[in-house]
Each structure stands twice: as structure tokens, then as C-alpha cells.
């Protein structure tokens, strides 16, 4: 099998009716960077810049940032590279950031909600990220997005740090990508107003199913309550990927549930456009892909959006449809 995989490292990732999607691969540092080119990933879907930030014994500096970005952008040869921006709290901490102590860490001061309030540490992260982006194809996107005024805000920092750089006559692309994370409950019921105002989604089925099924994603205890595949969370799927599309935007995914044999027929009955997984899963999914068709595959996708009622329902479903 896995030498059948092997051949299909330099295909484009194709459909048995002759649909294009991108399967992508998602990474933590710049030396992740030979896996995605080993499993002939076309695109990078979600880089954690978090872990630059845990592997230092101090913030990173800007040029520290500039180096790392542009190691991944460059290396990536002309592909989308996907950056998101810090995701610190929650269960990731930095010795030199010292945190409130909060009784709901995942519920608390996390990621964007850092960001916007230490503007510092955002504003140095994203000069980086301009720099940077003169190497190739870069897309940012801010994590645990839950309003607009929050990616507003975001977005108008953004354009102000770029704006400093063009004034001050440093090259900037003109060609980045603006997005967001939908991995919180309230922004995936809102997807129609956000997609009039970003570039693309990237849906967190890690963060979305834990914050929509209200069970922690790492409790062992509660386990049995994340279901990837609830139709609870299928529709909030379907509603983002579809938000995007009314608007000419794109959608991909990032959690794990985008490399999952179960889910991937489902994503492409509702037709997402990318699925950014870990390196070693790029191949896997590129051969399912061949041998599914997008139309029987929405037909499985509207039975389990609107008919079927648990979880598990829907994983039978779907394996007996394609065999697995
Ligand atoms: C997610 O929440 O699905 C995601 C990709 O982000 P992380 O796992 O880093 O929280
Ligand atoms: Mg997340």
C-alpha cells in the first residue's frame, strides 16, 4: 500500500470525476519543512508559529520570526504557505509570559485575545510576516476569531504595520491572504457575515468540536463526547464551507478531523477546498480522494447533515459507502 501511495507523491490531488481539491500539511517549525516536501503536500494549510515562541527562553525577536517564516515560505517554492499567528494559553504557556492563573484556561485568555491585548507582541509577529512574505505565497491567519470586531481589529493592526513598512520603503507582497481559524461556536453561526470580510477559513475541528460538544478535547473522561462526525458539527461544517463559497472565498480545514479516512468523503460531498493534515497522512488521503466521487459523496454528506442523528450513525454510513 504504501508503495501505491508513493506514486502519487507528485500528482495533483484528484477526485474519480476529475475534481481538484489541495491536500495540505501542517507543521510547527521549519524543519517539519522536509516532511511536507517527502509527502509531496501541496500547500502548507496551518503553520503553529506558537512553537517559536515555546522553544525560546524569550519572545523571539523580529528577525529571529523573520528567519523562520522565511525558511518555510521560500522552501515551499512558490506553494501557499498558511501562517497563523501566536495561539498561546489554553493548555500552551511561556515561561518569560507569565498568564493570569484562570479556573477555564481554553475558555480564558488564549491566542487573539493575547494578541490584541499585548499589541507589542503581535505588532513585531506580524512585521515578520510582511517581511517575510516578499519569499512566496503567504496567507495569515488569527486563531480563536469568536466577533468581527475582533478580526477587524486584527486586520486594521495588520494594515497598519503594512502600510508603516511601504511608507518607510521596504517591498511588501501584494498578494497575502487575510483569514481566520472557525473553531469557535459563535464565529461558525455567524460564517455568512464573516465571509464577507475575510479571505478564506480555516475551520479547527480540534478547538470546534471541543467548544461545540462542551467536552474538553484532551479529558479522557468526557471522550466519548467528541464526535467529529455529530450532525451538530457537520452543520456548522457545511455552513462555513458554504459561507465562503457565496462570497467567492475559500475553505479548508486544519484540525485532525481533515485527514481522517471517515470525514474526508464527507468534506468532499460539501465540497472543501483544501485539507491540511500531518505530513504523513498527505498520501493516504490523496488515494481515497482518487477513488471517491464528488457527486455520490454529496449525497452522503446532505443524509448526514439533515437525516441522520448521532455520531455514530454517521460513521457507519460512511464506511459502508466507500469501503472501509
Ligand atoms: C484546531 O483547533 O483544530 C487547530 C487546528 O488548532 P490547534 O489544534 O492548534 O488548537
Ligand atoms: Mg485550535
Not at 145 to 173: C, D, H, N, Y
Not at 239 to 254: L, N, P, Q, T
Request: net charge negative; proline share 5%.
Amino acid at each position: 500500500q504504501k508503495a501505491e501511495w508513493n506514486k502519487l507523491k507528485n500528482e495533483a490531488s484528484v477526485t474519480a470525476d476529475g475534481k481538484h481539491y489541495t491536500v495540505a500539511a501542517n507543521i510547527g517549525t521549519p524543519k517539519d519543512l522536509t516532511g511536507v516536501l517527502d509527502n509531496g503536500a501541496e500547500a502548507i494549510g496551518l503553520y503553529r508559529t506558537e512553537f517559536l515562541y515555546m522553544d525560546s527562553a524569550e519572545l523571539p525577536t523580529e528577525d529571529d520570526q523573520f528567519e523562520a517564516y522565511k525558511a518555510v515560505i521560500e522552501g515551499m517554492n512558490g506553494k501557499p504557505v498558511v501562517i497563523r499567528t501566536m495561539d498561546i494559553g489554553g493548555d500552551k504557556h511561556l515561561p518569560y509570559l507569565p498568564l493570569p492563573e484562570e479556573m477555564n484556561p481554553f475558555l480564558g485568555y488564549r491566542a487573539i485575545r493575547i494578541s490584541l491585548d499585548r499589541q507589542e507582541i503581535f505588532r513585531t509577529q506580524l512585521r515578520a510576516l510582511l517581511r517575510a512574505s516578499n519569499y512566496g505565497k503567504l496567507r495569515i491567519m488569527f486563531p480563536m476569531i469568536g466577533t468581527l470586531p475582533e478580526f477587524r481589529q486584527a486586520k486594521a493592526i495588520f494594515e497598519e504595520e503594512k502600510s508603516k513598512m511601504v511608507a518607510a520603503g521596504k517591498p511588501v507582497s501584494d498578494d497575502i491572504q487575510l483569514g481566520m481559524m472557525m473553531e469557535v461556536p459563535a464565529a461558525a453561526i455567524l460564517a455568512d457575515q464573516f465571509a464577507k470580510e475575510v479571505d478564506f477559513f480555516s475551520i479547527g475541528t480540534n478547538d470546534l468540536i471541543q467548544y461545540t460538544m462542551a467536552a474538553d478535547r484532551g479529558n479522557e473522561h468526557v471522550s466519548y463526547l467528541y464526535q467529529p462526525y455529530n450532525p451538530s458539527i457537520l452543520r456548522l461544517v457545511k455552513k462555513i464551507i458554504d459561507s465562503a463559497h457565496h462570497e467567492g472565498k475559500w475553505a479548508g480545514m486544519c484540525g485532525e478531523a481533515a485527514g481522517d479516512p471517515i470525514m474526508v468523503p464527507l468534506l468532499l460531498g460539501m465540497g472543501l477546498d483544501e485539507y491540511s493534515m500531518s505530513a504523513t497522512s498527505v498520501l493516504k488521503v490523496r488515494s481515497l480522494m482518487k477513488r471517491l466521487s464528488t457527486a455520490d459523496m454529496k449525497a452522503l454528506s446532505d443524509k448526514a447533515v439533515n437525516e441522520l442523528t448521532t455520531n455514530d450513525d454517521v460513521a457507519d454510513m460512511v464506511k459502508k459507502a466507500t469501503n472501509q
